[in-house]
């Protein structure tokens, strides 16, 4: 089973820069967006093989996660039961045969760390969600994190200590999280290799590979084994991040 995530930075801009193409062309079972930006469920081609969960944000243009999968589906579920944070269409659970997928869009803290409190508290929510659904099934969480943990996750760790998506606050959570029982499916598998995941678009930041590798799946223990490849799809274009995988073995 191959299961990618991306944030597309806009579905509709993505159409527009091949996504059917890199669908065709990666073909996977499940696939995971963040930050659709669409308020409406797109029409897709004749043919379109996947279910499609569509989970926009209230406010138009911004946000939103959808699934697409090819396995069948138990169940799903939307937010995590707090309005303010499922008014942004953050977070999508899916119930398989055996396991969950969480897809989600982590809270940006911001510029001068405006929404980091708010993001905290989303990430403390989220792990209470994991840790309820890791009591029946193993987990799997994908997406957009916001957060390099470490510094080998950042081009240029010195310069951005104190700004969003590496301060020590949310880095200390990504910590917790994985203290909690869970692995970072890129790290386990290329324990000293650096490979980013997002560029701003300024300063020619991709072309020169100044990034950050905040786009992860995370796993829990009792699914590693399972896990036979994770890897960054640094090739593809379409967004200002790059689309991330795994690939799992049957239980």
């Not at 029946?136 to 997406?143: A, D, I, N, Q, W």
């Amino acid at each position: 089973m191959k299961i990618v995530s991306w944030n597309v930075n806009g579905f509709r801009a993505s159409v527009k820069k091949g996504f059917y193409e890199f669908l065709e062309k990666e073909n996977p079972d499940v696939l995971c967006l963040q930050e659709i930006k669409s308020h409406e469920i797109p029409t897709f081609p004749l043919g379109f093989q996947y279910k499609v969960l569509w989970n926009p944000a209230k406010k138009k243009g911004y946000s939103g996660t959808a699934v697409f999968s090819k396995i069948p589906i138990r169940s799903y579920t939307h937010g995590l039961g707090e309005e303010k944070f499922d008014s942004e269409g953050r977070v999508t659970t899916v119930e398989f045969e055996d396991f969950f997928l969480i897809n989600t869009y982590f809270p940006n803290s911001q510029r001068e760390l405006t929404r980091l409190d708010f993001k905290l508290e989303f990430n403390e929510l989220l792990l209470k969600h994991l840790e309820q659904l890791k009591k029946r099934k193993p987990v799997v969480l994908c997406g957009d994190l916001n957060v390099a943990h470490e510094e080998i996750d950042i081009a240029r760790p010195k310069d951005n200590k104190k700004n969003a998506g590496f301060t020590q606050a949310e880095r200390d959570w990504m910590t917790k999280l994985l203290s909690a029982g869970y692995i970072d499916t890129f790290r386990h598998m290329h324990p000293e290799d650096t490979a980013y995941t997002w560029w701003t678009y300024r300063f020619n930041a991709r072309s020169r590979n100044i990034g950050w590798r905040i786009d992860y799946f995370v796993v829990s223990n009792k699914f590693t084994s399972r896990i036979e490849k994770a890897s960054v799809l640094t090739d593809v274009m379409g967004s200002d991040h790059a689309p991330v995988l795994i690939e799992v073995k049957d239980d």
